[in-house]
T-cell receptor, first 113, second 112 residues
Framework: GENVEQHPSTLSVQEGDSAVIKCTYS??????FPWYKQELGKGPQLIID?????GEKKDQRIAVTLNKTAKHFSLHITETQPEDSAVYFC????????????FGKGTKLSVIP | SAVISQKPSRDICQRGTSLTIQCQVD?????MFWYRQQPGQSLTLIAT?????????ESGFVIDKFPISRPNLTFSTLTVSNMSPEDSSIYLC?????????FGQGTRLTVV
């Protein structure tokens, strides 16, 4: 089955700096890659996603890139703010007809004011 | 998106007892998923709840321990049976909407 590796497990950045979180996946048939933000005591919130026919997607300060050949995708957060502090999870979904997501182990991001 | 309500939001239970968690969605969905998130860990899929048929369990999870009901297209329950401290986790329901997947706020279970 699918295996998703996520790095780093923890990340501390100064407010205003950029943060990058990277994930690799194993199943070349995977075609959907969402990113979730989970704040303490809450469920995961979908913040951005990318499909396999797209190389990059941006939404304000958040961007995701996908390299299908290398089977890796990354989350980029620019101009970080203290409210960006949370645990971020990447995930991958298999090919056509599959609804199941396989998650990475998460990255705890701390933005230092 | 989807609005997903879970009850209870948290509970502290005695070992050996059972807890039933409810998940209500604001629209009809074909599939609902139940995940477990152990402390400081990622999300692990427990089972897929299908309306009108038995739930499909992932490796390592069995129906006797985690019975699931799906009486209609907007509601599901997950029961954690005969609990032990190792069952202390956050339990989350999730629904797909198109390509996207949305989560409830989770049920934080502590077994003492």
């Amino acid at each position: 089955g699918e295996n998703v590796e996520q790095h780093p497990s923890t990340l501390s950045v100064q407010e205003g700096d950029s943060a990058v979180i990277k994930c690799t996946y194993s199943d070349s048939a995977s075609n959907y890659f969402p990113w979730y933000k989970q704040e303490l005591g809450k469920g995961p919130q979908l913040i951005i996603d990318i499909r396999s026919n797209v190389g990059e997607k941006k939404d304000q300060r958040i961007a995701v890139t996908l390299n299908k050949t290398a089977k890796h995708f990354s989350l980029h957060i620019t101009e970080t703010q203290p409210e960006d502090s949370a645990v971020y999870f990447c995930a991958a979904r298999g090919g056509a007809g599959s609804y199941q997501l396989t998650f990475g182990k998460g990255t705890k991001l701390s933005v230092i004011p | 998106s989807a609005v997903i309500s879970q009850k209870p939001s948290r509970d502290i239970c005695q070992r050996g007892t059972s807890l039933t968690i409810q998940c209500q969605v604001d629209s009809q969905v074909t599939m609902m998923f139940w995940y477990r998130q152990q402390p400081g860990q990622s999300l692990t899929l427990i089972a897929t709840a299908n309306q009108g048929s038995e739930a499909t369990y992932e490796s390592g999870f069995v129906i006797d321990k985690f019975p699931i009901s799906r009486p209609n297209l907007t509601f599901s329950t997950l029961t954690v049976s005969n609990m032990s401290p190792e069952d202390s986790s956050i339990y989350l329901c999730s629904v797909p909407k198109g390509q996207e997947a949305f989560f409830g706020q989770g049920t934080r279970l502590t077994v003492v």
